[in-house]
């Protein structure tokens, strides 16, 4: 093993959301900065973005737009055992997933930080909305973020969007619908540019946001945070080098990262005054569980027993409506930025639940190309080609996402009998749902028909069983005030490595029904800012 | 575990977005290079699973199931049995016994009476789990739906589609009577 690296203030393990906020603020802040990424850069013209189906070898149907983020053995590595229908998404590139997203940016509102003192379960996180909203802030204003302040106590709003996308016909017709029910829709607020912003260009509006974006519209850390990065010259980018273990001094304290760069299967290490993990939910777990050492012998941090425990995300799932009035009319171009209106969670609003959470709802995420009501209704021939053309102008689409409430059981461990292409003990997943998960989807499912009945149309729901994580899972490294109880302090420190930060969705102690990416960069932002204070003070 | 962790992602990480259906989920290896166009191609293919006959039975049926009209070309035209051959050719080997058993099936049945009456009768199982025929032309019309429905004929000339194109702004609803 190679360890003749020189010493770097920091190592960022991981490039993606969270990873590309930390390397952007330290390297901007004067730290000389390695960022580990285990995948390598996927160039714009790579991008099968636009192409047709009929250019690709099988369609796009085995997933050939998307395989270029999925590099290595990625897909193999991990397992699930004993868990109900549910899959994580690992991706490796650089960027993360935020080379492959949908660009949903939701704050957190004040009551998603306070479960335990508001509904008697799960934990409080150990800071407040008003404690992280500056970030929020900032990171909405770094990244660039289209929608408006609506002034809901549910989803807090900004004061810096671009403006937002227009309302489709059939986006019209459901808010017509979900007036009379009392259920508010909003312009959506997604990191899409649908203006010229800090020199990249607007939206195209092709339609395809998560197969990658060419031109960069679509925020990603790859091209508006690692670049930024780089122009510090105190910035150093290794691309296939995937994190092994994170290696501990005598007094436990982190001093390097092992990792095998996966170019040439060379095993290196780099030693850093301070590391901070991004992996991500599940590759995080996996890589503090497979820190052991005499110091931690359950792994890294790990002296709660709170590592990869409380794995939680979104279960959730789509209905298609075709919408009556639409339906037969001469096709127009409707694919856009993908989604341009959101329902924020809206059961809160009236009569009593038998558990506890919500759900939101995100309109119009999917393509127009495709008829998905083919293969929905019944029989063939030519009526059956005749109703599908005329179905497809009325397509409107909605996926919901609900609250998984954090329980220990949930979790994700590690086989040290089975390991990746590069000789590290995989992932293993750990998944029920709970009782109140159950409970929620059973009234999700009916203000889904309830929604539809009011729309007027044709109404298929993709399944009426839950599943996750619509890869958004979260929890495997706990923020908590109570050092026996998590990982982390609420500045994302590790309680028992102070030189040791996750800010990745591990770090969350709960799930709220939103999306969680903004969250991630905020708590990075706020942790990056920490580092540099407590570094200036000489405490890392 | 990919196909369950592709199929289950609501997000609906782009591949169910474009195309949502289970085969998306199929991992196997490209029998053609990637980014060869089949329109292109399609006239000096080699079938991969199907015989010269299969594949004469399955062009009909596929036909008859997305048929050409005054509107669009059919199933035919958009070569949805090659298509298939494909797809099926880097399937499984439950996948594959499926489609040779389905196809000798139809084919036994239609000469009892006639091609058309052998799809009828898959068609009217087709809600029947048990029913290996009907469970057979679950897979035969989804096949097809997504060969045509993915062909330049099925997305250009039936469906109209306009879209995956460069836009300056995005209009939105232009009626009146919507909003």
Same mark, same amino acid.
């Given at each position: 093993?190679?360890?003749?690296?020189?010493?770097?203030?920091?190592? !960022?393990? =991981?490039?993606?959301?969270?990873?590309?906020?930390?390397?952007?603020?330290?390297?901007?802040?004067?730290?000389?900065?390695?960022?580990?990424?285990?995948?390598?850069?996927?160039?714009?013209?790579?991008?099968?973005?636009?192409?047709?189906?009929?250019?690709?070898?099988? @369609?796009?149907?085995?997933?050939?737009?998307?395989?270029?983020?999925?590099?290595?053995?990625?897909?193999?590595?991990?397992?699930?055992?004993?868990?109900?229908?549910?899959?994580?998404?690992?991706?490796?590139?650089?960027?993360?997933?935020?080379?492959?997203?949908?660009?949903?940016?939701?704050?957190?509102?004040?009551?998603?930080?306070?479960?335990?003192?508001?509904?008697?379960?799960?934990?409080?996180?150990?800071?407040?909305?008003?404690?992280?909203?500056?970030?929020?802030?900032?990171?909405?204003?770094? /990244?660039?973020?289209?929608?408006?302040?609506?002034?809901?106590?549910?989803?807090?709003?900004?004061?810096?969007?671009?403006?937002?996308?227009?309302?489709?016909?059939?986006?019209?017709?459901?808010?017509?619908?979900?007036?009379?029910?009392?259920?508010?829709?909003?312009?959506?607020?997604?990191? !899409?540019?649908?203006?010229?912003?800090?020199?990249?260009?607007?939206?195209?509006?092709? =339609?395809?946001?998560?197969?990658?974006?060419?031109?960069?519209?679509?925020?990603?850390?790859?091209?508006?945070? /690692?670049?930024?990065?780089?122009?510090?010259?105190?910035?150093?980018?290794?691309?296939?080098?995937?994190?092994?273990?994170?290696?501990?001094?005598?007094?436990?304290?982190? @001093?390097?990262?092992?990792?095998?760069?996966?170019?040439?299967?060379?095993?290196?290490? !780099?030693?850093?005054? +301070? +590391?901070?993990?991004?992996?991500?939910? /599940?590759?995080?777990?996996?890589?503090?569980?497979?820190?052991?050492?005499?110091?931690?012998?359950?792994?890294?941090?790990?002296?709660?027993?709170?590592?990869?425990?409380?794995?939680?995300?979104?279960?959730?799932?789509?209905?298609? /409506?075709?919408?009556?009035?639409?339906?037969?009319?001469?096709?127009?171009?409707?694919?856009?930025?993908?989604?341009?209106?959101?329902?924020?969670?809206?059961?809160?609003?009236?009569?009593?639940?038998?558990?506890?959470?919500?759900?939101?709802?995100?309109?119009?995420?999917?393509?127009?190309?495709?008829?998905?009501?083919?293969?929905?209704?019944?029989?063939?021939?030519?009526?059956?080609?005749?109703?599908?053309?005329?179905?497809?102008?009325?397509?409107?689409?909605?996926?919901?996402?609900?609250?998984?409430?954090?329980?220990?059981?949930?979790?994700?461990?590690?086989?040290?009998?089975?390991?990746?292409?590069? =000789?590290?003990?995989?992932?293993?997943?750990?998944?029920?749902?709970?009782?109140?998960?159950?409970?929620?989807?059973?009234? +999700?499912?009916?203000?889904?028909?309830?929604?539809?009945? =009011?729309?007027?149309?044709?109404?298929?729901?993709?399944?009426?069983?839950?599943?996750?994580?619509?890869?958004?899972?979260?929890?495997?490294?706990?923020?908590?005030?109570?050092?026996?109880?998590?990982?982390?302090?609420?500045?994302?420190?590790?309680?028992?490595?102070?030189?040791?930060?996750?800010?990745?969705?591990?770090?969350?102690?709960?799930?709220?029904?939103?999306?969680?990416?903004?969250?991630?960069?905020?708590?990075?932002? @706020?942790?990056?800012?920490?580092?540099?204070?407590?570094?200036?003070?000489?405490?890392? | 575990?990919?196909?369950?962790?592709?199929?289950?992602?609501? %997000?609906?990480?782009?591949?169910?977005?474009?195309?949502?259906?289970?085969?998306?989920?199929?991992?196997?290896?490209?029998?053609?290079?990637?980014?060869?166009?089949?329109? %292109?191609?399609?006239?000096?293919?080699?079938?991969?699973?199907?015989?010269?006959?299969?594949?004469?039975?399955?062009?009909?049926?596929?036909?008859?199931?997305?048929?050409?009209?005054?509107?669009?070309?059919?199933?035919?035209?958009?070569?949805?049995?090659?298509?298939?051959?494909?797809?099926?050719? %880097?399937?499984?080997?439950?996948?594959?016994?499926?489609?040779?058993?389905?196809?000798?099936?139809?084919?036994?049945?239609?000469?009892?009476?006639?091609?058309?009456?052998?799809?009828?009768?898959? %068609?009217?199982?087709?809600?029947?789990?048990?029913?290996?025929?009907?469970?057979?032309?679950?897979?035969?019309?989804?096949?097809?739906?997504?060969?045509?429905?993915?062909?330049?004929?099925?997305?250009?000339?039936?469906?109209?589609?306009?879209?995956?194109?460069?836009?300056?702004?995005?209009?939105?609803?232009?009626?009146?009577?919507?909003?």
């Amino acid at each position: 093993m190679s360890t003749g690296t020189p010493q770097y203030d920091v190592c !960022v393990v =991981g490039s993606g959301a969270a990873g590309g906020v930390m390397a952007k603020e330290l390297s901007e802040g004067g730290a000389k900065v390695i960022l580990l990424e285990g995948g390598k850069r996927v160039q714009p013209n790579q991008l099968l973005t636009h192409k047709w189906p009929y250019e690709l070898p099988y @369609r796009g149907l085995r997933s050939e737009k998307q395989d270029i983020y999925y590099q290595g053995d990625v897909r193999k590595s991990v397992r699930y055992e004993d868990s109900d229908d549910v899959g994580v998404d690992r991706i490796r590139v650089v960027g993360g997933r935020t080379v492959h997203w949908n660009a949903v940016t939701l704050r957190y509102a004040a009551r998603d930080f306070r479960e335990r003192s508001l509904n008697g379960i799960e934990e409080d996180w150990p800071i407040s909305y008003e404690e992280l909203a500056p970030y929020y802030e900032r990171i909405e204003q770094m /990244i660039g973020v289209t929608g408006q302040d609506d002034g809901l106590e549910i989803l807090p709003g900004g004061q810096h969007y671009l403006p937002p996308l227009p309302w489709r016909c059939s986006e019209h017709i459901l808010n017509r619908a979900l007036k009379p029910m009392g259920i508010p829709m909003i312009p959506v607020r997604k990191a !899409v540019l649908t203006r010229p912003y800090d020199n990249r260009p607007p939206c195209h509006y092709c =339609g395809h946001c998560m197969d990658g974006c060419d031109v960069a519209a679509v925020f990603n850390s790859a091209t508006a945070m /690692i670049p930024k990065a780089q122009a510090t010259g105190n910035f150093t980018l290794r691309q296939n080098a995937l994190a092994r273990e994170i290696l501990v001094d005598a007094e436990g304290r982190a @001093r390097a990262v092992s990792f095998v760069d996966t170019s040439t299967g060379k095993e290196e290490s !780099v030693k850093a005054k +301070v +590391v901070v993990v991004c992996c991500a939910t /599940i590759e995080t777990a996996r890589l503090l569980l497979n820190s052991r050492s005499p110091q931690h012998p359950n792994g890294l941090a790990n002296s709660s027993g709170a590592v990869g425990r409380y794995l939680s995300g979104h279960s959730g799932s789509a209905v298609r /409506i075709y919408v009556e009035e639409l339906q037969g009319l001469k096709p127009t171009n409707q694919d856009g930025a993908t989604d341009h209106a959101f329902i924020p969670r809206y059961n809160h609003l009236s009569g009593k639940r038998n558990y506890v959470g919500g759900w939101d709802i995100q309109v119009n995420f999917a393509s127009y190309m495709y008829p998905q009501q083919a293969n929905r209704i019944p029989g063939y021939g030519a009526d059956f080609k005749a109703q599908v053309r005329r179905m497809q102008s009325g397509y409107l689409m909605m996926g919901w996402f609900c609250k998984i409430v954090a329980r220990p059981e949930n979790r994700v461990t590690v086989d040290p009998n089975r390991k990746d292409a590069s =000789g590290i003990p995989i992932a293993v997943v750990h998944f029920r749902f709970g009782e109140n998960d159950l409970a929620m989807w059973q009234d +999700v499912v009916k203000s889904i028909r309830e929604i539809g009945a =009011g729309v007027k149309g044709p109404v298929f729901l993709d399944s009426e069983q839950p599943g996750g994580f619509a890869s958004h899972e979260v929890g495997t490294a706990r923020m908590g005030k109570d050092p026996q109880k998590s990982v982390l302090n609420g500045y994302c420190q590790a309680h028992d490595v102070k030189n040791l930060f996750v800010t990745d969705g591990s770090a969350f102690t709960t799930s709220a029904e939103k999306n969680p990416t903004l969250t991630i960069m905020a708590l990075s932002l @706020r942790t990056a800012e920490y580092i540099q204070e407590q570094r200036r003070r000489g405490e890392l | 575990m990919e196909r369950r962790t592709a199929l289950k992602i609501v %997000a609906l990480s782009a591949l169910t977005k474009n195309l949502g259906t289970a085969q998306a989920a199929v991992t196997g290896h490209c029998a053609m290079p990637s980014g060869t166009a089949w329109s %292109a191609t399609a006239e000096s293919y080699k079938l991969q699973f199907f015989t010269e006959s299969e594949n004469a039975l399955l062009d009909q049926l596929t036909e008859m199931i997305i048929p050409a009209d005054g509107h669009s070309p059919g199933a035919h035209a958009a070569q949805a049995s090659l298509f298939a051959d494909l797809m099926v050719a %880097a399937g499984d080997e439950p996948a594959k016994s499926q489609w040779r058993n389905g196809l000798a099936r139809i084919q036994e049945e239609a000469k009892k009476s006639s091609l058309s009456d052998a799809l009828a009768q898959a %068609a009217e199982l087709s809600d029947t789990p048990s029913s290996d025929v009907g469970q057979f032309f679950v897979a035969l019309k989804q096949m097809t739906v997504n060969g045509y429905y993915t062909s330049e004929i099925g997305i250009h000339q039936d469906m109209g589609y306009i879209g995956n194109t460069y836009l300056a702004e995005f209009p939105g609803c232009t009626h009146p009577e919507h909003q």
